[in-house]
């Protein structure tokens, strides 16, 4: 092939090649815009008063409020659960173990943790929790808001662990020497100059891991259960709105699939919320929650 | 006469202080490391429970669970074969759709876009990894099901009379099914991996693209020739992270899958996953079924968790030459 047949070929997989790129980026795009438009279509055309005043034992008559209320809760008992082990599990990985084999080994299992399946946590927290308390109460305790929280909380915790380990690594150690010269013991530096110069990281952590645990639902399936009653007792079955999402939308009637779509768009709207939250709070440095 | 340091009472102060500091630290980084190891017993405890909870089925019947492609909850005769085949089919299908399209992002992130619209636009790819799964799963039935039933016919017609893959798009046009299922995973994967080529895309050095440009390289020959083969391992890195996801996801295929327990050639065909039959029988299972059941989660946990382990260690080859 003659020099400008080989040049012309070059540049002609060049172009191609750029244009395919271009094209794929295009594709992410649309989904991501056919999704949320979809979602926001959907979900805005059935916002409505009952959602948040009555509860799912209505059926298509009712609401979602119970459902709203228990995500509130598990979501929260979950963060209170995972936030401190996984916020001090994250110190030590920085302040104490930076560099040794078992930091290193559990930093490396914490990344598997973070990609886990989560219906997997789910059959976990149902085989340690949900089966010895239902045993232990003759099956008067059995699926439990509680139980929900753990398994969201297991969800939640390894990007906990990651953030922190991370931002404190970003802590420059002039600030370490600095107090440690001035006779400050170790716990005391964590404490009160590490988490409190990483504080707004750690946050972000914090909300990242919300943001990732609000939105699960295989790990309720088995854990929560669901209720179609308004409940606030942490050990009674209790619904959640991903799960109410679910069984709205296998169920044949338009009309409770309509009431899905205004959670789902409630989650969304959550979700994507605190997922701009935390770009705002903390930009400087990308948290990535592979 | 010689004074002790007992007898000096600031000194004794200090002793005590530093004494008092130094138990508390002890407890303090006790307290820490148990967390730490709280990790560990996390994924231990994942891995034995669902072993336990799945014995009678595991060891029971041993090799027949995982040879045989019978599942029938009224003779209590469980083989996990129909379900490995619809986790591993829609896996594979999403990674085949998925991986150049993650490609072709991360080129165009690193290479194409203008500076100020780099940013947003990774950004954007991002969301898709925020959208909960649930909601892709409703968007999955509700939208996309039967925007496939529309296309099924005219893939089936093309792509059906083509030899070898042939087989592969012929069958009724249900939009549900293992090739939607896989088109929705590989949406869903595309931003894990598209971030992980991004960034790794923008660790090579600068002057070995630079060097290759200046002896005449096209943008598409330093990407093939340059950027790849310094980034590999990483990349098969963040193939497998995106391959352990696919493999464990549940909400968004349970929809779109048909749930049958179903061995065919071909991909129009409804199947049934690991995940989805966990998620579908679950709670109306009792005894045998649902330690059958729980021993499949043994079995996603397995395979998940190793290949998770190759990708963070391809991934950790890059990190190490990078002498992070």
Known sequence: MSAAGIYLRRRITNVGALIFGSLATALGLLFLVW??????????????????????????????????????????????????????????????????KLGSSIRFLNDILLSAPSIVMGLFVYVIIVLPMSNMTHGNISFSGFAGSVALALIGLPVIVRTT???????????????????????????????????????TGILLALA????????????????????????????????????????????????????ALLITLFVLALSLLTRLLFSRKKVSYE | MQVTRAERPLARDIDNRSLIDARHDRIFQRVLKFCALLVLAALLGAALSTLWGGREVLFGHGLHFLTS??????????????????????????????????FGIAIFLTEIAPAWMRGPVSAAIELLAG???????????????????????????????????????????????????????????????????????????????????????????????????????AVIGGIFLGLGRALGETMAVTFVLGNSYNITSSLLMPGTSISSSIANEFNEAVGIHRSALIALGFLLFVVTFVVLLVARLMLHQLAKREGK
């Open chain 1, 212 to 263: 990732r645990l609000a939105g699960e639902t295989a790990p309720l399936l088995f854990t929560a259960f669901g209720n179609n009653f308004m409940t606030f007792h942490p050990l009674d079955k209790m619904a959640s709105l991903p799960i109410a999402i679910y069984q709205y939308t296998n169920d044949p009637s338009p009309a409770m699939h309509s009431i899905a779509w205004a959670g």
């Open chain 2, 69 to 102: 492609d019978t599942w029938n909850p009224v003779t209590d005769d469980y083989g996990a074969l129909a379900p490995i085949f619809g986790t591993l089919v829609t896996s594979v299908i999403a990674l085949v759709l998925a991986v150049p399209v993650s």
């Open chain 1, 165 to 203: 380990d991370e931002m404190l690594q970003l802590v420059p150690g002039t600030l370490r020497e600095a107090a440690l010269s001035l006779g400050v013991p170790q716990w005391k530096l964590t404490i009160q100059v590490l988490i409190r110069a990483a504080s707004s990281g750690i946050l």
């Open chain 2, 131 to 233: 959208i909960p799964s649930i909601i892709y799963g409703m968007w999955g039935l509700f939208v996309f099901v039967p925007f496939m039933a529309n296309i099924e016919p005219a893939l089936s017609n093309i792509l059906g009379r083509l030899p070898l893959i042939g087989q592969l798009f012929q069958g009724p046009p249900l939009g549900l099914g293992l090739l939607t299922a896989g088109i929705v995973l590989a949406v869903m994967i595309l931003p894990f991996i598209s971030s992980v080529m991004r960034e790794v895309f923008q660790t090579v050095p600068t002057r070995l693209k630079e060097s290759s440009y200046a002896l005449g390289s096209t943008t598409w020959e330093v990407l093939w020739d340059i950027v790849l083969p310094y980034t590999r391992s």
């Open chain 1, 35 to 100: 999704i949320l438009w979809v979602t926001i279509s959907n979900g805005i055309s059935s916002i409505h008063l009952n959602l948040f005043t009555k509860i799912t034992a209505y059926a298509d008559q009712g609401g979602l409020s119970n459902a709203i209320v228990g995500s509130l809760i598990m979501d929260l008992m979950a963060l209170l659960i995972c936030a401190p082990i996984g916020v001090m599990a994250g110190t030590y990985l920085a302040e104490y173990a930076n560099r040794t």
